[in-house]
């Protein structure tokens, strides 16, 4: 399966601790974004790359949160000291370019206890 | 400011009964406009997409969808609900804006209950 892959798909944390998630996107795919859905809502942008590069980040990114993507190939998102409130599940998607079709992972969840 | 609005939270349906879940956009220029749908603990997949095209688009499991921009609506049919069929769906618009980044904006979603 070439799909897009995300790892960890579960995390149980204790508040405080600091948490990374990876996602390996579709080969060759130049786009990145991040998204957080939380229970019975509909996914929310958090930031976005066009190769290694960070071209958009939302407001919803605080300060405690950084993604990365090194290489242009796979990314991280780094959450520190997280809180109760962080809990959701991360998606990460990519495409090949504007105006393609964006393809999703399966998603990590995140819960804070 | 691109958004969309899905009118219903919840939606049951007997089964082979046909499915209507409606949506209405917000948008500055023509959109791209999209049903994606969840199933538990899976992923988002892609069922179709406008992209100013043709109006009525066919898309993946029988479902169709048709751009009116007289009414800003993109509802989503079936013709005949599967018990597969139950999930939570999406409508979504891109935001093509200044930065171009494509990124996708969804709706609050509509959960699908098929009944036998």
């Known amino acids: 399966d070439t799909g897009v892959s995300q790892d960890p798909r579960h995390k149980i944390t204790k508040r405080g601790q600091n948490v990374t998630f990876r996602c390996d996107p579709i080969s060759e795919h130049n786009r990145l974004y991040w998204y957080r859905q939380t229970l019975g809502q509909g996914p929310e942008f958090l930031t976005y790359?066009?190769?290694?590069?960070?071209?958009?980040k939302s407001r919803l990114l605080s300060d405690r949160f950084s993604a990365e993507r090194p290489k242009g190939s796979f990314s991280t998102l780094e959450i520190q000291r997280t809180e109760q409130g962080d809990s959701a599940m991360y998606l990460c998607?990519?495409?090949?370019?504007?105006?393609?079709?964006?393809?999703f992972g399966e998603g990590s969840w995140l819960t804070v206890v | 400011a691109q958004s969309v609005t899905q009118l219903d939270s919840h939606v049951s349906v007997s089964e082979g009964t046909p499915v209507l879940l409606r949506c209405n956009y917000s948008s500055s220029y023509s959109p791209s406009l999209f049903w994606y749908v969840q199933h538990p603990n899976k992923g988002l997949q892609l069922l179709l997409k406008y992209t100013s095209a043709a109006t009525l688009v066919k898309g993946i499991n029988g479902f169709e969808a048709e751009f009116k921009k007289s009414e800003t609506s993109f509802h989503l049919t079936k013709p005949s609900a599967h018990m597969s069929d139950a999930a939570e769906y999406f409508c979504?618009?891109?935001?093509?804006?200044?930065?171009?980044?494509?990124?996708?904006?969804f709706g609050q979603g509509t959960t699908l209950q098929v009944k036998p």
């Open positions: 979504v618009v891109s935001d093509y804006g200044s930065s171009n980044t494509g990124k996708l904006i």
């Open positions: 790359f066009q190769n290694e590069a960070q071209l958009e």
């Open positions: 998607a990519s495409s090949p370019g504007s105006g393609n079709t964006i393809y």
